[in-house]
Nanobody, 118 residues
Framework: QVQLVESGGGLVQAGGSLRLSCAASGRTFSSYIMGWFRQAPGKEREIVARIRWSIGNPYYADSVKGRFTISRDNAKNTVYLQMNSLKPEDTAVYYC???????????WGQGTQVTVFS
């Protein structure tokens, strides 16, 4: 059974940093694309960043480029989202998701809340 478990969310002042983790289990993800999404109240879910587990090649949404970094640790089967220079508009529930390479995300975590106050 595939499981994606996020952690690391919380309450942080604007300008601060958080690191989200996504622990993946239940299958081999070496060919997968791992993505971080977020959904703010009243807004649609949007992609924040994604990375190919095998080769890296990260992608970032324009809104987070230069502030967020996605990475993965193969030994720990974990994907990270380092978030720096956080802004109130980054407040959202952040989700980890896995795609078998088609950009259709088949597996989702439960989400972790990130709240940035000014």
């Amino acid at each position: 059974q595939v499981q994606l478990v996020e952690s690391g969310g919380g309450l942080v002042q604007a300008g601060g940093s958080l690191r989200l983790s996504c622990a993946a289990s239940g299958r081999t993800f070496s060919s997968y694309i791992m993505g971080w999404f977020r959904q703010a109240p009243g807004k649609e879910r949007e992609i924040v960043a994604r990375i190919r587990w095998s080769i890296g090649n990260p992608y970032y949404a324009d809104s987070v480029k230069g502030r967020f970094t996605i990475s993965r640790d193969n030994a720990k089967n974990t994907v990270y989202l380092q978030m720096n220079s956080l802004k109130p508009e980054d407040t959202a529930v952040y989700y980890c998701a896995a795609s078998p390479g088609t950009y259709k995300y088949d597996y989702w975590g439960q989400g972790t809340q990130v709240t940035v106050f000014s």
